[in-house]
């Protein structure tokens, strides 16, 4: 969902997989504490799950 709406509204993004990457693994971990995906980061704001009220805030605030 959160691929779709980003594409929708063409925002680029960088998709990391977790599984594969384990740096970013520990950096979403020490910041978020969940391992919970997706993970969002908008100006260095974490939003875990596709909660587009707040990922559309932050697009307003950090775009």
């Not at 995906?37 to 260095?44: A, K, M, N, T």
């Amino acid at each position: 969902m959160a691929r779709e709406y980003f594409d929708k509204l063409k925002i680029s993004y960088k998709e990391i997989n977790l599984e594969q990457d384990h740096a970013a693994m520990h950096y979403i971990m020490s910041k978020s504490g969940s391992a919970g995906v997706p993970q969002i980061e908008i100006g260095g704001e974490l939003i875990l799950g596709f909660d587009r009220p707040r990922i559309d805030a932050a697009l307003a605030r950090y775009r």
